[in-house]
């Protein structure tokens, strides 16, 4: 069975804090890919990083990184110097490949709610 | 990235009307087209699976004679809610891939209203 966990369901900090949040995952597949989106209040979807399970290097863009690590099965994404802006939820989600080439779909964590204060 | 678009934004419809709700594809060949649910402060919950020219896979519990969808090019899916009730109100999000190893690009999504 394939699962994301998001353990924060809420995370409030001050503008210019860094944040992490965290992000663990479950799947017996060996291919498989992490994500993570960002929903502002608006509704829309915002696709932020998409990572292979082959590739476990730590992705920086901006104030983003991102800390993959397979041992842990987790996908923590950190902001840093957060800004008001970068309030919304944001969701970890898995696509696996399972044997046979079925088609895969995007398993979503529960999300966790960013509010940054100013 | 790529765009998704989602056709409306939000809907309010009577009880026992039936209502489409249209994704689309703008500057890519979507194989695969994905429809999700989101009730509020919820994740988002996957309802069916579409690839173009061929019937919908429908997750379980998800009822496929009132949740229609349509798949009938590589650029358009539709969704339809038949005989709507007020449970049926929610927040649907369609989702298209390119093939398989890329990445879903998400519509901005519809708020229907059964009333």
Not at chain 1, 51 to 57: G, L
Not at chain 1, 60 to 79: C, L
Not at chain 2, 53 to 68: C, M, N
Not at chain 2, 91 to 104: G, L, V
């Amino acid at each position: 069975a394939q699962k994301v966990t998001q353990a924060q369901t809420e995370i409030s900090v001050v503008e210019k804090e860094d944040v992490t949040l965290d992000c663990v995952y479950e799947t017996r597949d060996t291919t498989y890919y992490l994500f993570w989106y960002k929903q502002p209040p608006s509704g829309e979807l915002v696709f932020l990083i998409r990572r292979n399970s082959f590739d476990e290097q730590n992705e920086i863009s901006g104030r983003y990184s991102w800390n993959f690590q397979k041992s842990t099965s987790s996908f923590n994404f950190t902001i840093t110097a957060s800004q008001v802006v970068d309030s919304a939820v944001y969701f970890c989600a898995l696509s696996a490949f399972p044997y046979g080439g079925a088609t895969n779909k995007l398993i979503f964590g529960t999300g966790t709610l960013l509010a940054v204060q100013p | 990235g790529a765009v998704v678009s989602q056709h409306p934004s939000w809907v309010i419809c009577k009880s026992g009307t039936s209502v489409k709700i249209e994704c689309r594809s703008l500057d890519f060949q979507a194989t695969t087209m994905f429809w999700y649910r989101q009730f509020p402060k919820q994740s988002l919950m996957l309802m069916a699976t579409s690839n173009e020219g061929s019937k919908a896979t429908y997750e379980q519990g998800v009822e496929k004679d009132k949740f229609l969808i349509n798949h009938a090019s590589l650029t358009l899916s539709t969704l339809t809610v038949t005989s709507a009730h007020p449970e049926d109100s929610s927040f649907y999000i369609c989702s298209a891939r390119k093939t398989r190893d890329t990445e879903a690009f998400f519509g901005q999504g519809t708020r229907l209203t059964v009333v």
